[in-house]
């Protein structure tokens, strides 16, 4: 499913849907303690839904995609992407570029088909990985202090980097030189290299903030309130605090690879509001 085409900058963007993710609400954390964990609990219910979104752009240097979903990796709920972007108008071979936001199975597994994912579904994009991620991503010490259940993404980046060999660019936060108008805006704390992708425009930048935020109203009303998976939930709530002040009062419009559709964000009480954009 594809959305439609909004202009920011030199760039068109389109939202591409790869499907929807509905994980227990177990996943909530809270730092105040048990009983504002339970309170986000009671207001989400049982079962979160979560979008899985990544975006495509047009631009001055061709087709790039944010992010290129869980290919077909996650069963028959996910995997859209590669239809909507079909739908669009792109074939996987036009696409010059990929801006990975992490390094996470659900934005990068996309890139990969094949038996055990050993092949690369785009023939000629370069993939622009955070270099924080690629470096965290690669280094056997950090996979060894990490838990197991953590472990996928390591594996992920090893086959990335195989079945795209000579076609990986780390890249640090702040302009990208192939993308002139987008800034690379750090938002560590999700994973150390989670990076979101600010789209300069006037009147309005576009902000596409990754995982910053899971729950739209939810965090943006409490910014402290985190998921499980983020592997540094503090730093993640730093993240979520600075980004969405600044995004309130640049009056950024904002999306996000897990909250549906297109926002910005008006102060209200300790949080924010959500205004459809
Ligand atoms: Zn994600």
Same mark, same amino acid.
């Given at each position: 499913?594809?959305?439609?085409? +909004?202009?920011?900058?030199?760039?068109?963007v389109?939202?591409?849907?790869?499907g929807?993710f509905?994980?227990?609400?177990? @996943?909530?954390?809270?730092?105040?303690?048990?009983a504002?964990?339970q309170?986000l609990?009671d207001?989400?219910?049982?079962?979160l839904?979560?979008?899985?979104?990544?975006?495509?752009?047009?631009?001055?240097?061709g087709?790039?995609?944010?992010?290129?979903?869980t290919?077909d990796?996650?069963?028959?709920?996910?995997?859209?992407? +590669? &239809?909507?972007?079909q739908? !669009?108008g @792109?074939?996987?071979?036009q696409?010059?570029?990929?801006?990975l936001? #992490?390094l #996470?199975?659900?934005?990068?597994?996309?890139?990969l088909?094949?038996?055990?994912?050993?092949?690369?579904w785009?023939p000629?994009?370069e993939?622009? @990985?955070p270099e &924080?991620?690629?470096?965290?991503f *690669?280094?056997?010490?950090? +996979?060894?202090?990490?838990?197991? %259940?953590?472990?996928?993404?390591f594996?992920?980046t %090893?086959?990335?980097?195989?079945a795209?060999?000579?076609r990986?660019?780390?890249?640090?936060?702040?302009?990208?030189?192939?993308?002139?108008?987008?800034?690379?805006?750090p938002?560590?704390?999700?994973?150390?290299?989670? *990076?979101?992708?600010l789209?300069?425009?006037?009147?309005h930048? $576009?902000?596409?903030?990754a995982?910053?935020l #899971?729950?739209?109203?939810?965090?943006?009303?409490?910014?402290?309130?985190? $998921?499980?998976?983020d592997?540094?939930? *503090? $730093? &993640?709530?730093q993240?979520?605090?600075? *980004?969405? !002040?600044?995004a309130?009062?640049?009056g950024? @419009?904002?999306?996000?690879?897990h909250?549906? /559709?297109?926002?910005?964000?008006?102060?209200? /009480?300790?949080?924010?509001r959500?205004?459809? %954009?």
């Amino acid at each position: 499913m594809t959305g439609s085409v +909004r202009q920011f900058g030199a760039y068109s963007v389109v939202h591409l849907l790869d499907g929807v993710f509905e994980p227990s609400s177990d @996943v909530l954390l809270h730092p105040g303690g048990p009983a504002a964990r339970q309170a986000l609990i009671d207001q989400a219910g049982p079962t979160l839904r979560m979008d899985v979104n990544c975006f495509l752009l047009r631009g001055p240097d061709g087709i790039a995609l944010v992010d290129a979903g869980t290919g077909d990796a996650w069963g028959p709920q996910l995997g859209h992407a +590669r &239809a909507a972007l079909q739908q !669009a108008g @792109v074939a996987p071979e036009q696409v010059a570029r990929v801006l990975l936001t #992490h390094l #996470h199975g659900d934005h990068a597994l996309g890139l990969l088909q094949g038996a055990d994912g050993a092949s690369a579904w785009l023939p000629r994009a370069e993939i622009l @990985v955070p270099e &924080a991620d690629l470096h965290f991503f *690669t280094d056997p010490a950090a +996979r060894a202090a990490l838990p197991v %259940a953590r472990h996928g993404a390591f594996d992920i980046t %090893a086959k990335l980097l195989r079945a795209y060999e000579g076609r990986i660019r780390p890249i640090p936060s702040g302009p990208i030189a192939a993308f002139p108008g987008i800034e690379a805006v750090p938002l560590p704390g999700h994973t150390p290299g989670h *990076t979101g992708y600010l789209l300069h425009g006037t009147p309005h930048s $576009l902000l596409l903030w990754a995982d910053l935020l #899971h729950l739209f109203t939810a965090q943006a009303a409490d910014p402290d309130a985190g $998921l499980s998976y983020d592997i540094d939930p *503090t $730093l &993640a709530a730093q993240s979520r605090h600075a *980004t969405l !002040a600044r995004a309130a009062a640049e009056g950024w @419009v904002v999306a996000g690879a897990h909250v549906p /559709g297109f926002g910005v964000l008006e102060a209200a /009480g300790a949080g924010y509001r959500v205004v459809p %954009a």
